[in-house]
Nanobody, 122 residues
Framework: QVELVESGGGSVEAGGSLRLSCAAPQLIYSNYCMGWFRQAPGKEREGVAYIRHDGTTTYAEPWKGRFTISRDNGKNTLYLQMNSLKPEDTAMYYC????????????????RGQGTQVTVSS
């Protein structure tokens, strides 16, 4: 069973920062588009950001300029640096892997982690 293991969620006040991490098996990490999607209570899934193998990144509009996605190829680990957090960023965040990239496609991944909760208080 393929496992993507997220960590780094938590509770912060508005304006704070968190860094999410996602450790992936090398086979997945090396061959799939990696990214993050989120799901807030009562809401649909939303693609947040993804990163291609060449390092190019794409962000959904609400998170441009505040979130940064990156990858450490030596550790097969994906990151999401979340800065200037807002209460509306509160959601469960999931690491996702899919063969083809796309913010909408990420919400229906081939593989995903168990999720990590991010809670931002005002």
């Amino acid at each position: 069973q393929v496992e993507l293991v997220e960590s780094g969620g938590g509770s912060v006040e508005a304006g704070g920062s968190l860094r999410l991490s996602c450790a992936a098996p090398q086979l997945i990490y090396s061959n799939y588009c990696m990214g993050w999607f989120r799901q807030a209570p009562g809401k649909e899934r939303e693609g947040v950001a993804y990163i291609r193998h060449d390092g190019t990144t794409t962000y959904a509009e609400p998170w441009k300029g505040r979130f940064t996605i990156s990858r450490d190829n030596g550790k097969n680990t994906l990151y999401l640096q979340m800065n200037s957090l807002k209460p509306e960023d509160t959601a469960m965040y999931y690491c996702a892997a899919r063969f083809s990239c796309g913010l909408a496609r990420l919400t229906e991944p081939y593989y995903r982690g168990q999720g990590t909760q991010v809670t931002v208080s005002s």
